[in-house]
């Protein structure tokens, strides 16, 4: 029998998050004490998120409702995070970091596999035309909850997302702060948050990059520790 196997990882993977004055004391919080919020799938941004299909036969089954409901019930329980394979896809800045104004956090992959509890599981996700189908076999209400949590419309596959899942929502803590690389800042973040960015991975010793647009080409430019580069606002060419 022909067995699937993944020889190919990515080194880093990418997790996008807005800031705001609401939000940016808990996203340093979250790399300061070393743990990854994962939300439960109905809080996250795509409506299609847990859609699935049904195979004939799983619902001509005399236990057919009983397990859905087990899959339903599965699916609400897990927490989730969401990474990708890429720091610089520019609808990610947009749609994740809050037009810009937010932040990256790069993670070393194999360093997260390490320190992450055993319970927390990392998925690659798939992307298709159709939902994810539930056949009539012995496979568990989690594993099909997986499932249907490991797919996505063709149409999010430029995101090229990883998903870590953990049995319920909440925190998953990693050992060490080695687990998170750098911290990239976009474009458009405000000089106050900017800063409090920089002064708290300063404090952690985690690198800081600033994102410098030119044309349509993304770049970071390190950030020297424990300063705040602010540029200067380029003067309007705006036609009176």
């Not at 539930?134 to 997986?146: E, F, P």
């Not at 405000?190 to 600033?210: E, G, L, N, P, R």
């Amino acid at each position: 029998m022909a067995t699937i196997e993944a020889y190919s990882r990515p080194s880093l993977i990418y997790r996008f998050r807005e800031i705001t004055d609401d939000t940016i004391d808990r996203e340093i919080e979250a790399i300061v004490d070393r743990y990854v919020f994962c939300p439960t799938y109905k809080e996250m941004n795509d409506p299609m998120e847990g859609n699935h299909r049904e195979s004939a036969l799983l619902k001509d089954s005399p236990t057919y409702g009983q397990s859905i409901k087990a899959v339903t019930d599965a699916l609400a329980g897990f927490g989730i995070a969401s990474f990708s394979e890429s720091k610089s896809h520019d609808p990610m800045w947009a749609h994740y970091a809050g037009d810009f104004k937010g932040i990256c956090i790069a993670y070393g992959l194999k360093a997260l596999l390490a320190n992450l509890p055993k319970k927390c599981e990392f998925v690659k996700m798939t992307y298709n035309e159709r939902a994810p189908i539930l056949l009539k076999n012995y496979a568990t209400a989690a594993n099909r909850a997986k499932l249907i949590l490991s797919c996505k419309s063709i149409k999010w596959a430029g995101e090229r997302e990883w998903r870590l899942i953990r049995p319920d929502r909440g925190k998953a803590s990693y050992r060490k702060s080695e687990c998170v690389t750098a911290v990239y800042l976009g474009s458009q973040i405000s000089a106050a948050h900017k800063k409090a960015v920089v002064d708290a991975m300063t404090k952690v010793d985690i690198k800081v990059y600033q994102m410098d647009i030119s044309s349509y080409d993304i770049e970071f430019k390190r950030v020297p520790r424990g300063r705040l580069i602010i540029r200067k606002k380029q003067p309007s060419t705006t036609a009176k």
